[in-house]
Structures are given as structure tokens and as C-alpha cells.
């Protein structure tokens, strides 16, 4: 579904180039699950851009489906780091955008949009608008808009950071259940090595900077997960111990 080949990604910055991705290779399945986790600026953002094609890698190509992206790749639905709510919108219509640019009548998208609230508990907040939510409202508004999107592959940054243990737990159930109802293929990036371990196929381990893959593991835990109870099993211990000693070792030469 997605190739990530050789990719390498520098800014440039006055005189010299930060680089945040070094010789990056990665080939994702379709309907896979996919964390990546790896210390802050390690250049995680930056590969979910490149894949959603909003920034093009400096060497090496992302395939997309067999085609390089060479621009925006209206096939991924990117549920971005920092949330882009449209200010003058109410809620109810911020979720409903990517419908309305599809070209989805009115009724429909309105009433699909105040579905969709309902399931990440955002009813009663329809016509709010984006400054009158908490950080973690917003997050799950960006997280219905993804949803209601349904494009084949999502891409998500650091999506529940902003939730308490509770709410987590049912975005993670609900992030499971419609990549399965809807067979998307799914990118997340997380610092939290327990939800990567519950709702990964497969955990991607980035260096600090420049990004490379330090370790990769799969996650054969069998579907669909029992995201609240999966974490109590010897197999997802056993995982989870083994991750965290290669995610210590990057977070503590990171501070060196
Ligand atoms: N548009 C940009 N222009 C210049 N530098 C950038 C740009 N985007 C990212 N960078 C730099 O690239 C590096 C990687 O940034 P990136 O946002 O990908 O990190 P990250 O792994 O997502 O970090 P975090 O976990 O804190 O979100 C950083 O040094 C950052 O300053
Ligand atoms: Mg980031």
C-alpha cells in the first residue's frame, strides 16, 4: 500500500540543513496498523507528512498504491499534530468539511456528522465553535472529521495525547473498530508504548535525528483486540518489555 524508500528529508536552516530523516525505509501492508514511536524531534511528523504529500522527501520516493506522490495523496485522511479546525465553523460543519468538498448534500453530511460526534462523545457540542473546546474536545474533533472522511488510509499524530486514561480507551475501541468495518489502512504516530503495543499490527522504533528504524516489531496479538484487557496478557508483556529496553536506550542518548 505504502513504500517508504530510501527516503531521507532535510530543512534547511540559514547556513546549514537539519535533517530529519536519514535513508528511511518502510513497506506498510494494506489494513495494516502501524505505530511509530521515537523521541521528540525525531522527525516523526515529517515521514506522515511525506506520506500524506505534503512535503517531499529529499532522496528517495514515497510509492503510494504502485505511484510515486509527487503531491497531496487525497487517498490518506491525516489527522495532523496540531489541529486545523477552521475557526468560523461550529464543530457540527468543521466535521462535515471534508463531505461538503466532496460534494455530499447538506442533510447528509449533517446528519452523518452529528453520527459520528456522538460516538467520540461530542453531542450536545454540534454548534460550538473550536475556541469554545478543552484541547482534548478538539482532538476528537479532528478525529470524527477522519473518520467521517473515511479515506483507505488514515495517518494520525499523536491523536489521543490530549485524553485522560478513560477516554483513551474508547477512541482506541473505536479507532479499531472502523479501520476494521472500513478496511483502512492505518499510520499512527505515539510516545506511549502501551497504546502502540494494543492497536499495532506492527511497531515502528525511530532513532532520535535523523529518523532511522531502530528496531521493528510485529505485534501478532490476535484481533479483534480487547483494548482495555489485551495489556494483562504474558504475549503483550512480553512485547511491551522488549520495546521499551530499545526505547530507553534512544531516549537516553537523546539526552546526553
Ligand atoms: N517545515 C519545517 N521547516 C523546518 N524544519 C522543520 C520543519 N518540520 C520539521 N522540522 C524539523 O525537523 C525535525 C523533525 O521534526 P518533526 O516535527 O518531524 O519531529 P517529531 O518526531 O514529530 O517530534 P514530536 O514528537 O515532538 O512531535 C525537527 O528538528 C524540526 O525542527
Ligand atoms: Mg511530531
Known amino acids: 500500500m505504502i513504500e517508504i524508500q530510501h527516503v531521507s528529508k532535510g530543512f534547511r536552516r540559514g547556513d546549514h540543513v537539519v535533517e530529519a530523516l536519514r535513508d ?11 505505530a511509530v514511536i521515537g523521541p521528540s524531534g525525531c522527525g516523526k511528523s515529517t515521514l506522515l507528512n511525506m506520506i500524506a504529500g505534503l512535503y517531499a522527501p529529499s532522496k528517495g520516493r514515497v510509492v503510494y498504491k ?5 503531491d497531496v495523496n487525497t487517498d490518506v485522511g491525516y489527522m495532523t499534530q496540531k489541529d486545523n479546525l477552521l475557526p468560523w465553523r461550529n464543530v457540527r460543519d468543521n466535521i462535515a468539511f471534508p463531505l461538503e468538498l466532496s460534494g455530499v448534500d447538506k442533510a ?14 461530542l453531542d450536545g457540542f454540534e454548534a460550538r465553535f473550536p475556541t469554545e473546546l478543552s484541547g482534548g474536545m478538539r482532538k ?3 478525529l ?11 495517518l494520525l ?14 477512541m482506541h475501541e473505536l479507532l479499531l473498530r472502523l479501520a476494521a468495518e472500513n478496511g483502512q489502512t492505518v499510520v499512527f504516530v505515539t510516545h506511549d508504548l ?63
Open 24 to 34: 528511511f525505509n518502510l513497506t506498510i501492508e494494506k489494513r495494516e496498523v502501524i
Open 66 to 70: 504502485g505511484q510515486t506522490v509527487t
Open 108 to 121: 447528509e453530511r449533517e446528519q452523518r456528522a452529528v453520527a459520528v460526534m456522538k460516538q467520540v462523545g
Open 140 to 142: 476528537r474533533a479532528c
Open 144 to 154: 470524527a472529521r477522519m473518520m467521517l472522511y473515511g479515506a483507505e488510509t488514515a
Open 157 to 170: 499524530d499523536e491523536p489521543f495525547a490530549a485524553l485522560d486514561a478513560q477516554l483513551k480507551l474508547v
Open 194 to 256: 502501551m497504546e502502540a503495543v494494543t492497536l499495532a499490527d506492527r511497531v515502528i522504533v525511530c532513532t532520535r535525528r535523523p529518523a532511522m528504524i531502530a528496531l521493528e516489531q510485529k505485534i501478532p496479538l490476535p484481533r479483534p483486540r480487547d483494548v482495555l484487557n489485551v495489556r494483562f496478557t504474558n504475549e503483550f508483556k512480553e512485547l511491551y518489555d522488549a520495546l521499551w529496553e530499545r526505547l530507553r536506550v534512544e531516549y537516553q542518548e537523546e539526552r546526553v
